[in-house]
């Protein structure tokens, strides 16, 4: 239960992050990237392995000041031994749950763990113009795509994506926050992955279990 709910943590790290401003060019995306504070972050991630096999995850993550409630769903599929034209295929696992953040404690399956604030954590996209290439961004000041190396994914993202290439990636915002940030690559594997994360900003009034409390 503690090693699945580091890589959940870990995912939602990921998921909560914000990018970190940094001077590229005078555009007002960076500073709206970087100061943005969604209420709601929702995470879609599409992967599909080169024997046919697709994970699809999706989560979401909402947050009331420091508290938060953390949704996931991952499904795993696979195409049938003999092949089908249409490409159907069977769903081979299915995982979901919801992890609370209250008031320095995290909860989940009734277990609960102190944890640092998601909204405290220092892990954060960082578009640093000395590990971006190919930097456009549009007319209207509002999209950024870019290329990251390989070996530049950990410090961009926080995540090594293991990618056999150049990774695209694209932030989009609405000229008053963030809105988007769209990251795609093949995998040393084959593997093809894409992972679009949105962000809205609707007030939200969350619910939490009667029992949890900090220790």
């Known amino acids: 239960m503690k090693k699945t709910l580091s890589l959940l943590l870990a995912l939602l790290m990921l998921v909560s992050c914000v990018l970190a401003m940094v001077s590229c060019r005078k555009s007002a995306i960076y500073e709206l990237a970087a100061n943005s504070a969604p209420t709601v972050i929702v995470t879609a991630v599409d992967y599909i392995d080169a024997d046919g096999t697709q994970l699809i995850g999706d989560y979401t993550m909402s947050i009331e000041g420091d508290n938060s409630i953390f949704e996931f769903l991952y499904q795993r599929y696979r195409l049938p031994e003999d092949g089908v034209a249409d490409d159907t295929y069977e769903m081979i ?8 953040y209250k008031d320095g404690a995290y909860s989940t399956d009734g277990d609960e763990y102190e944890a640092e604030a998601p909204t405290a954590i220092q892990l954060r996209f960082n578009l640093d113009k000395d590990y971006l290439k190919d930097i456009s961004i549009s007319e209207n000041d509002t999209v950024l795509t ?12 926080g995540t090594d994506l293991k990618a056999a290439g150049d990774i695209s990636i694209t932030v989009k915002t609405n000229g008053v926050n963030l809105t988007m940030v769209f990251v795609e690559c093949v995998a040393v594997n084959g593997a093809t992955v894409s992972v679009r994360t949105s962000y809205s900003y609707n007030s939200v009034n969350l619910e939490f279990p ?5 220790e």
């Not at 696992?93 to 609370?100: A, P």
């Open 146 to 157: 870019a290329k990251i190396s390989p070996e530049n994914a950990k410090h961009v993202l």
């Open 210 to 214: 009667d029992e949890l409390e900090a």
């Open 93 to 100: 696992k299915e995982k979901k749950g919801t992890i609370y």
